[in-house]
């Protein structure tokens, strides 16, 4: 099995393709593949260093004349919930948190689809199959889990929201997580955001990492909520959001 290490570690360039997050433009990603004993040590160091991981690829943004893309965590002991999030914690204070291996069932399959056919109708993920869905959370070569939330006290105690989430040595990094998209009233996504925050602080750790945060996209620009939060600035490393 190839054993990369930074030094040995090649990197590759995507072709253009139109950007998801900002009309008129062309994006194209630097990527790696994650593989060997090692992984975990480069999945650290490249995701302190603005990249993402998918799967067992690791990119991170190049397109041509634009950085819109900003990797954000958020300072997870400095954090302090306003009132809209603590009414949040309030209203889901009925579910339980099972943090479990990364084992694809047909109940996480078949919220994975009704969210996706909801909130992202169109989208290139909606042709997923069970198999498809199976390699997004278990094809990965580093720690990760998945927490399941439920409705306590339901009788079937129904899965209403997952996370997929990678465990890094300073913290959290949340992949990918769907939610029940009949229960828009609790603002799951906030709350697994919430959630995540409290694990840290539990465990002692310092971040949640959310991936990339785009100002000027409407998919993307909430992430600067939840303060304070700092920016990947490359050799700056990272920086509070101003």
């Known amino acids: 099995m190839t054993d990369h290490t930074p030094e040995t570690t090649q990197l590759f360039l995507t072709a253009a393709m139109p950007c998801p997050y900002l009309p008129d433009k062309q994006e194209r990603k630097l990527f790696t593949h994650l593989t060997g004993r090692r992984a975990s040590a480069l999945h650290h160091l490249l ?13 991170r943004p190049a397109c041509e004349g634009c950085n819109a893309c900003q990797s954000v965590r958020i300072v997870a002991d400095e954090f302090e919930a306003s009132g809209r999030f603590r009414r949040v914690i309030r209203n889901n204070d009925d579910l339980s948190v099972e943090v479990r291996p990364t084992k694809a069932t047909s109940e996480q399959y078949d919220l994975f689809k009704r969210y996706l056919e909801s909130r992202h ?30 409705l306590r006290d339901h009788p079937d105690q129904p899965l209403v929201a997952v996370a997929l989430t990678d465990v890094m040595p300073d913290g959290l990094s949340m992949v990918y997580s769907f939610y029940d998209p009949d229960l828009a009233h609790r603002s799951l996504g906030t709350f697994l955001i919430l959630d995540h925050i409290s ?20 998919k993307m620009a909430y992430k600067a909520l939840y303060r304070p939060l700092e920016v990947q600035r490359g050799t700056l490393g990272w920086c509070p959001l101003d």
């Open 47 to 59: 995701s302190d260093n603005g990249f993402r991981r998918s799967q067992n690829l690791i990119y």
């Open 121 to 150: 109708a169109g989208g290139g993920m909606n042709q997923m199959s069970f198999v498809d869905y199976e390699y997004m959370v278990e094809d990965t070569p580093v720690q990760s889990v998945l927490v399941e939330y439920r």
């Open 199 to 218: 694990q840290v602080r539990s465990a002692g750790l310092g971040y949640v990492y959310l991936g990339y945060w785009v100002k000027d996209s409407p």
